[in-house]
T-cell receptor
Framework: DTGVSQDPRHKITKRGQNVTFRCDPI?????LYWYRQTLGQGPEFLTY????????KSRLLSDRFSAERPKGSFSTLEIQRTEQGDSAMYLC?????????FGSGTRLTVV | KNEVEQSPQNLTAQEGEFITINCSYS?????LHWLQQHPGGGIVSLFM?????KKHGRLIATINIQEKHSSLHITASHPRDSAVYIC???????????WGAGTKLIIKP
């Protein structure tokens, strides 16, 4: 248990479907991040929340992507009209000044 | 030129060897992170450094702020240390991480 729970662990979806992932930190953390990692590459920043406010979005986050953190605790990442290029590991991380804690990730496969 | 550069990209060593992975950065940072990722696994944070040196078990991380350089050392390396080691610079201006490309380490028994 990393202290950050991500659900689901794996998701296989057909192209064009919508998917939603959830990130649930066990304890309170101000800052929450979403990253995407494709095979053999380092993580790419997607978006970042300070409490419930979404402060920054990468240009990688197209209009099909939306993220929320309604109460400043858990967060959701939704991808609409999935494309094969969306296949990746989606990582959530929290930060509390002394370091990052990553979730185990959600592996998305779009077929 | 990437803002965070790691070397080497790949490293294969025999069990017991002393391992050094280097990281150079060109941006203003508030901290430098070293992280570990096993194949198919999640990312584990090893160290967060803003100055000096930190040690945890057989792992040692150092940072030289003036030279914008950090190193991760593994003493008495073991096959279970085989993983990708990533350095990531935490920006001064926001809380984003700028990631190095990672070093794939293989320790042979």
């Amino acid at each position: 248990d990393t202290g950050v729970s991500q659900d689901p662990r794996h998701k296989i979806t057909k192209r064009g479907q919508n998917v939603t992932f959830r990130c649930d930190p066990i304890s309170e953390h101000n800052r929450l991040y979403w990253y995407r990692q494709t095979l053999g590459q380092g993580p790419e920043f997607l978006t970042y929340f300070q409490n419930e406010a979404q402060l920054e979005k990468s240009r990688l986050l197209s209009d099909r992507f939306s993220a929320e953190r309604p109460k400043g605790s858990f967060s959701t990442l939704e991808i609409q009209r999935t494309e094969q290029g969306d296949s990746a590991m989606y990582l959530c991380a929290v930060d509390r000044n002394y370091g990052y804690t990553f979730g185990s990730g959600t592996r998305l496969t779009v077929v | 030129k990437n803002e965070v550069e790691q070397s080497p990209q790949n490293l294969t060593a025999q069990e017991g060897e002393f391992i050094t992975i280097n990281c150079s950065y060109s941006v203003g940072i508030s901290a430098l992170h070293w992280l570990q990722q096993h194949p198919g696994g999640g990312i584990v944070s090893l160290f967060m450094l803003s100055s000096g040196k930190k040690k945890h078990g057989r792992l040692i991380a150092t940072i030289n702020i003036q030279e914008k350089h950090s190193s991760l050392h593994i003493t008495a390396s073991h096959p279970r240390d085989s993983a990708v080691y990533i350095c990531a610079a935490r920006m001064d201006s926001n809380y984003q991480l700028i990631w190095g490309a990672g070093t794939k380490l293989i320790i042979k028994p």
